[in-house]
């Protein structure tokens, strides 16, 4: 008889970071170093993470599949596995299974063109794994740009990471937070330098431009990809140049539970990465 | 393989079997209702019409752990999986059910294979039984199915009045049956002629029929239809149509501890005319109404798993209208398809 395919890996968290109120993330290695050799991980694809006694979450897999070795999750305190996670410390142990769904097709698709990056709130870690992905191979793309914004400065996750792309000399980073959030009473502890507006609105005065050779990947909150994805088509980007991931409630994560589905497609099999053209064939029911 | 089984050795038969296997199948329980029960031999009930219930639940459990974990105070966590080995035999299956278990063992296979339920189903040996008369809600024919199918079967039982005929279909069947060659007799050249007879008085006496099978890749273009609504209305959202229904397979896991150091991480049947069963962690739903959810039922088992494994995951049992609490019809609602279809070729 096969593996099992419900067993989790066995991961100890060698690191925690606080993102952003209720927002963390882990840094996980495998228990079993002969597990971490046999797997690998494409960026876009994600896992269920358990916290045992609680239940399992799924989660994107948020690090890059060019840094080997261990894998990163961000996840915000929504329910009583996210509340165990967030409870638990540095050398704890949790259960983990994946890497499950399709990814980004990066070199099919993605190489040689304009990459841009749209992303809202807790969506940023979704791309976060293509946003390293894209500069530990930077010179196979051409311009890098990074729209991400969230309600509050103390909202926005990454925030060493942000430093980072903006300091650097080969990515556009546009940062924003929604109208008040970059005020002190409204936890906004520096003197906020980036936009003050929402993201398809900060998106559309961008100097970023669309084209046939231009992709974008777009994730946060369902109201923010729905105007986002109208202001990149009037940018310019084709349907099929527009990618995001969804999601929607899993127990398996392997097409077997049944709740997924959007139509016949199952966002844990056939999903999560999906291009507007096809997004558009599918009933809405994401 | 080819024999007959008096009627009167059928329990010497059931006693041989038991002695290294569990042996299920209908019987009449206290509630009067047929089911299938672990059985010891004389009240095996293999006449009159389905079982209200059907064996899937000896395939895929209603509830069963997957596996153990134990947390030691030092945080060292081991995790044990649960595995069964133990041998059944299920007798007195319907066509109809045996489909819907064939249709399990394809849905749990492919890329990811589910070990329970394949584990299981290795370790069953499927007797089926040629169905004679249909219950009130049978619609079989519906879905070109037929009442002697013997797909998914090891071995294949009819009755024949005094006997039953027996065919062995699998190796496993044959061997079984060549196990207990001196309770079997040999067969008589037109015995098998009984199927045929069987087929065509049992298929006579079904009352519901539509060709679902005309309907095949064409069931989707009633999804933004107002069919949905008129039964969504009168929709408890008991889920006693997925829970009755031998070819639903969807299933909800969950952690649920012992102590602070132990605990399993088990499944159980869910249904998705649940609104907690697409309900995200935001309070988001993207199935939260009614009519979406009994929608997605139909769709499901007549249009998703045609796109995704050619066929449709429905056998034409009728549990799920003989068990509606108010009374929809799954035949009524592929009429309404149908004419929402044909409307639209027109």
Known sequence: MSENVYKPFLMEIVDIKEEAPNTKTFKLNFKKPEEAKKFSFKAGQFGLYSAFGSGESTFCIASSPTRKDYIECTFRIAGRVTTQLANMNIGDTLGFRGPYGNSFPIEEKFYGKNITFVAGGIGLPPVRCLIWNTLDLRDKFKDVNIVYGARTYQDLVYKNELNEWEKREDVNLITTVDPGGEKPENGCTVDWKGHVGFVPTVLEESNIKGGKDSVAIVCGPPIMIKFTLAILEKMGFSPENIYTTLENKMKCGIGKCGRCNVGNFYVCKHGPVINLADLSKLPQEY | MRKRLQKQKLSSLIKKLKEDATVIAPVMTDKNEVDFLPVNSEEVILSGARSLYSPKKYIFKQSESMYDYTIQDSGKVTVKESCENEKQIIM???????????????????????????????????????????????????????????????????????????KGITEKGKKLIENNKDIFEDSQEDDERVLSDIKESCEKAILEKIDVTALKNKVGSAYNSDIWKKYSDICVNCGACTFNCPTCTCFDVADTSRSKNEGC??????????????????????????????????????????????????????????????????????????????????
Request: hydrophobic share 30%.
């Open chain 2, 92 to 166: 007195g299956i319907r066509p109809c059910d045996l489909h819907a278990i064939e249709y399990m063992k394809e849905f749990y296979s492919g890329k990811y294979k589910d070990s329970y339920i394949l584990r299981r189903l290795e370790n069953s040996v499927l007797i089926g039984l040629a169905c004679t008369e249909p219950s009130t809600n049978c619609f079989c024919t519906s879905l070109g199915n037929s009442p002697v199918d013997t797909d998914g079967s090891d071995i294949m039982m009819a009755d024949a009045g005094s006997f039953y005929f027996v």
């Open chain 2, 265 to 346: 991480h088990y499944r159980t049947w869910d249904t998705c005319q649940n609104f907690a069963f697409t309900l995200h962690a935001s309070g988001h739903n993207p199935r939260s109404t009614s009519e979406e959810r009994l929608r997605q039922r139909v769709m499901h088992k007549y249009q998703y798993t045609v796109d995704q494994m050619d066929q449709f995951s429905c056998t034409g049992c009728g549990r799920c209208t003989q068990v509606c609490p108010v009374g929809i019809s799954m035949i009524a609602i592929l009429k309404d398809i149908k004419e929402v279809v044909d409307n639209g070729e027109e």
